[in-house]
Nanobody, 125 residues
Framework: QVQLVESGGGLVQAGGSLRLSCAAS????????MGWFRQAPGKEREFVAT????????YYGDSVKGRFTISRDNAKNTVYLQMNSLKPEDTAVYYC??????????????????WGQGTQVTVSS
């Protein structure tokens, strides 16, 4: 059983930074693709970023390119999302996800097998 636990959310002013962490356990992650998604009230879950655990290829949603960086620490089984130049429209619950199968980059939430409980990020103007 895979467990994903997010942390690092909070309240920050526009222009500020936060780093989210996703601690993964329960299964080897060497073949996994990890993703970050977010969901604001009344909106659909939105792709933020993804990374292959092995090899580290990364992809980003258009709204966060150049501001957010996804990375992983193999020794700690942890995936990070560094968020800089935050905007009020980045306010959402951020979720970590993992998948072990499927082709493609992993833009769609439905292609992921496991999800964390989410962490709230609020950006004030």
């Amino acid at each position: 059983q895979v467990q994903l636990v997010e942390s690092g959310g909070g309240l920050v002013q526009a222009g500020g930074s936060l780093r989210l962490s996703c601690a993964a356990s329960g299964r080897t992650f060497s073949s996994a693709r990890m993703g970050w998604f977010r969901q604001a009230p009344g909106k659909e879950r939105e792709f933020v970023a993804t990374i292959r655990w092995s090899g580290g290829s990364t992809y980003y949603g258009d709204s966060v390119k150049g501001r957010f960086t996804i990375s992983r620490d193999n020794a700690k089984n942890t995936v990070y999302l560094q968020m800089n130049s935050l905007k009020p429209e980045d306010t959402a619950v951020y979720y970590c996800a993992a998948r072990y199968s499927g082709a493609g980059v992993g833009y769609l939430p439905g292609s992921y097998d496991y999800w964390g409980q989410g962490t709230q990020v609020t950006v004030s103007s």
